[in-house]
């Protein structure tokens, strides 16, 4: 699963992938939650800001990240704002508090036996505050390995923001 938590509303995106936890599938994460949810909840916005943890697919040294934010970038219009938890702070982000922790309540003693019922146990996922998950199934194949070269990373259009530049940065799709 690759999870989306937006603070403003109180609203959990997830997509369950069924391949490889790679740059590409978190990248394909963000378009779909975009996509499904953000793009009409959020008609206006020009940019949005991605809080990621600091391992993973998403962590801050990983080129094909950075190309998949270019894409979603160039995709949607939209400026992206990304910082990334020091190593070993990954639990304080609210998504881990907020949403996740909820959604392996909400299946704990089920079976998960197939995709479907995984699908189901978290869009059913609620709290007293208020929590709705929308959650869809990912069938599609994210190989692993998949390099980017030096020329493809000068391609993106990236700033480096502050002091941590390489935890916190801007996307804007691809140089003119």
């Known amino acids: 699963p690759y999870g989306v938590y937006v603070l403003n509303n109180n609203e959990g995106f997830i997509n369950l992938g069924t391949s490889s936890d790679t740059a590409e599938f978190a990248g394909e994460s963000i378009w779909r939650w ?3 949810v953000g793009k009409h909840t959020f008609p206006n916005a020009r940019k949005i800001y991605i809080a990621c943890d600091g391992g993973g697919s998403n962590r801050c040294c990983v080129r094909l990240w950075k190309m998949a934010l270019a894409k979603l970038a160039h995709r949607t219009g939209l400026e992206i704002h990304v910082s990334h938890f020091p ?4 639990k304080w982000k609210k998504i881990e508090h907020r949403l996740l922790c909820y959604v392996t309540k909400n299946w ?4 998960l036996v197939d ?3 995984v699908v ?3 869009a059913g996922t ?4 208020g929590l ?3 959650c869809v199934a990912d069938y599609s194949e994210y ?3 998949i390099s980017v070269s030096d020329e493809e990373m000068d391609s993106i259009d990236i700033e480096r923001d502050g002091q941590f530049g390489d935890w916190n940065y801007v996307v804007r799709g691809f140089k003119k």
């Open 34 to 36: 975009w996509d499904c």
């Open 87 to 90: 190593a070993g702070t990954s």
């Open 108 to 111: 704990a003693g089920t079976p």
């Open 115 to 117: 995709i479907q019922t």
């Open 120 to 122: 189901n146990l978290i």
């Open 126 to 129: 609620t709290t007293t505050k």
């Open 132 to 134: 709705m998950v929308k």
């Open 143 to 145: 190989r692993e390995g």
